[in-house]
């Protein structure tokens, strides 16, 4: 089964929970118990209407304030295809869990309400989906119904978006305008008879027509070693497979390689997958690889082919989301989570804070704070193997973990 | 036998990924195995992780002492060909020993107690990792899970305060006495692990499967009358009907739905049309909207 993860940002006021419910109920996701029990929270809080968010916000919190704290995340599927959207909050100061919802993401709904067009946190939103790079945007223009189906209001909203868009640095972005009402069902599943003038798809079609293998980047190959497989039973007495994900592009037996970072060379003698061999693993296959020659391997080494080596550095440099109430502040230290590669890292610079929606960047700040994105430059205890972020997502994305307390406090994007 | 493509599955190869970095940043790590379909599947998935060495930790089970006599069945069947240590450890014993109370009543459950069974076995071993099969489509408060889950000392999920994950990188990093809950099949839907199953052709125990069996029915809910561990009224009548389970807790909490699925593929048919939600048939997530919330900030799994 194909799986596409779709992040949405927003607030309640959006109607992104309505959206979603609709999503939902439209597809017949939502199963007889789960609606029933959502009837009834909603008859008891005194709504007319049915209550969607109560689905999908979790915690109790959540529902005491009704607004969505952390990322939820919803599954349904339709007959062709499994999708997981990450639900995530739009508000400023949850920034960290926009940009965690977006990360797994290969596509993305923003939500925009009609009456009010495009806000500071339709800015932010987009703003991050640029930071990430997906592909796939859909800006879902929502409450048709309250501005009259307006075509107006509609291209109005889509030429100031066109306009955020031509801002941006990432020029690989599909953008696709969809008028819709989540609250009567316009556009969403069901074409929608109020406004002719639209002749697109539904959102749930364009959605269904995104192929998931499309929008996995296609890039250099990676292969980060998180493992070494040594049976030591005697029938496999000399094996060493070496176990990891291959990113990017594909492996094929033969393939000559290089482990990085200390660059020795060999050639790929099986691909095993459970008890199989095979010749070819296309990437995002989790695989078991053994080499033709008996050279060091261990975790955190990169496997790349040898026509394609990476970027080996003891520096870098790179765009940083905060995530943590501490706040970054130069010369500090941390621990450096490189894909599944640990080392140390100083924060040798805090180059600028770049604002969010789109009105330029702060230079020489004296700090990061919680849920700001800036450009930072880091001194590392040995040397990584990485791309720049618009080359490779997987080998050009890095966490900070706060050597204290042990908690992620920042994700990095890789120049 | 060497000239084929593969392509593994996004599902199946993020769960092998997860197994792969639980074994990398752990020391001590443990898979809680109930003899559910999610449980076997984590094995099956753990054993492709580690091919062609055996899963390199050892499987517990939190006995509740309520389950069905076929779970257990296959559990030994299982663990015996896998040749893994199986660890067991009963809530009988805390019940026995006073530590924890059982309830009485209509709907007397043992599936609460279970945590503090698991809270003193994780001490005891010194687990520093234990691996589940929960999903983030069971139940919205599971839907809010990371797929390392840190725990304090008490076993406490502190849900307003969990680590960010980003892309696929999971930060395993604790403090002693901390531990982690990691699910592998977090994204994975309840049909997702039933076309699993079916595609591995993965054996399960036989009462998720349509047979007759002696049951009576309650708010609605049909529940084995095959068992004294299921309270039943004298006046609720006992009738043979065609039935199933959807999951395999407790006995004393899990309900049976009518079915005529008497293989995998007619399951899988079922499950993609059903109506009613996995934990419907549950009766301790209906106690309250938060109950699982506050299970798990209690330590519950």
């Known amino acids: 089964m194909k799986v596409l993860k779709i992040a949405t940002a927003g607030s309640v006021d959006d109607g992104k929970s309505t959206l979603i419910g609709r999503i939902l109920y439209d597809t017949k996701s939502l199963t007889d118990d789960k609606l029933e029990a959502i009837e009834e929270k909603s008859r008891q809080r005194g709504f007319d209407y049915l209550d969607f968010s109560l689905a999908t916000d979790g915690l109790v919190a959540e529902r005491e304030q009704g607004i969505t704290i952390d990322v939820a995340h919803i599954y349904f599927s339709t007959p062709s295809k499994s999708f997981i959207i990450a639900d995530t909050p739009g508000h400023i100061e949850y920034t960290r869990n926009m940009v965690t919802g977006a990360s797994t993401a290969q596509a993305s709904i923003v939500l925009i309400d009609a009456r009010n067009g495009v806000v500071e946190q339709t800015y932010r939103h987009f703003f991050i989906n640029n930071l990430l790079r997906i592909k796939n945007v859909v800006i879902a223009v929502n409450k048709m119904d309250l501005v009259d189906f307006s075509e107006e209001k509609f291209n109005e909203i889509k030429k100031e978006i066109e306009f955020l868009a031509s801002k941006s640095e990432y020029k690989g972005q599909k953008l696709t305008f969809i008028p819709l009402s989540a609250l009567k069902g316009d556009n969403v599943v069901d074409k929608s008879d109020a406004m002719p003038w639209y002749t697109g798809e539904t959102l749930m079609h364009h959605l269904e027509s995104l192929d998931a293998d499309d929008i996995n980047d296609v890039s250099e190959t990676r292969f980060p070693v998180q493992t070494v497989i040594r049976p030591k039973t005697e029938e496999y007495h000399d094996y060493r497979g070496y176990a990891g994900k291959i990113y990017g592009g594909d492996f094929e037996v033969g393939d000559e390689v290089a482990v990085l970072p200390s660059q020795t060379k060999s050639k790929i003698k099986s691909i095993n997958f459970f008890d199989k061999e095979f010749a070819v693993a296309k990437r995002g296959s989790s695989v078991t690889i053994t080499l033709e020659d008996n050279v060091n391997v261990s975790r955190g080494d990169m496997i790349v082919k040898t026509t394609e080596e990476p970027t080996i550095a003891k520096e870098l440099e790179a765009t940083i989301c905060w995530m943590d109430k501490e706040p970054l502040q130069a010369s500090q230290k941390y621990y450096i989570k490189h894909g599944v590669n640990d080392a140390q890292a100083k924060i040798t610079q805090l180059n600028s804070i770049i604002k969010t929606d789109f009105s330029g960047i702060e230079e020489n700040p004296s700090e990061l704070v919680l849920n700001q994105i800036g450009d930072i430059q880091l001194k590392l205890s040995k040397p990584l193997s990485f791309d720049a972020y618009s080359k490779n997502k997987s080998s050009g994305s890095f966490i900070l973990i706060n050597p204290k307390t042990n908690n992620t406090v920042g994700v990095g994007f890789i120049k | ?301």
């Open chain 2, 1 to 301: 036998m060497n000239q084929n493509t593969i392509q593994v599955d996004a599902l199946e190869s993020e769960a092998i990924y997860i197994f792969r970095e639980v074994v990398a940043q752990f020391e001590k790590p443990v898979l809680l195995f109930s003899g559910g379909k999610d449980s076997i599947t984590l094995v099956r998935l753990a054993q492709k992780a580690f091919y062609p060495a055996k899963i390199p930790f050892p499987l517990m089970h939190i006995d509740t002492g309520h389950n069905f006599p076929e779970t257990i069945e296959f559990r030994d069947r299982l663990v015996k060909e896998l040749g893994v240590e199986l660890i067991v450890r009963n809530v009988q014993d805390n019940i026995d020993s006073g530590r924890v109370k059982e309830e009485t009543g209509r709907y007397a459950s043992r599936n609460m107690l279970q945590t503090e069974t698991l809270l003193d076995a994780i001490e005891e071993f010194g687990f520093d990792a234990c691996i589940g099969g929960a999903r983030r489509d069971e139940e919205k408060a599971r839907a809010k899970e990371r797929i390392f889950s840190v725990r304090d000392d008490f076993g406490q999920w502190d849900e307003k305060n969990q680590r960010p994950e980003v892309f696929d990188m999971l930060n395993g990093r604790i403090d002693l006495g901390q531990n982690v809950r990691v699910f592998p099949i977090s994204n994975w839907t309840e049909l997702d692990v039933w076309s699993y199953i079916e595609q591995e052709g993965i054996e399960i125990p036989s009462i998720y499967f349509a047979h007759k069996r002696k049951t009576f029915v309650r708010d609605g809910m049909i529940w084995s009358a095959d068992d004294e561990v299921v309270y039943r009224d004298e006046e609720e009548e006992v009738v043979e009907r065609m039935v199933r389970f959807r999951t395999v807790g407790d006995m004393s909490c899990t309900a049976a739905v009518l079915s005529d699925a008497v293989d995998i593929v007619k399951v899988v048919e079922e499950i993609r049309d059903s109506s009613i939600s996995e934990r419907g048939a549950r009766i301790d997530d209906k106690r309250s909207e938060a109950a699982m919330e506050k299970r798990k900030q209690q330590g519950y799994f």
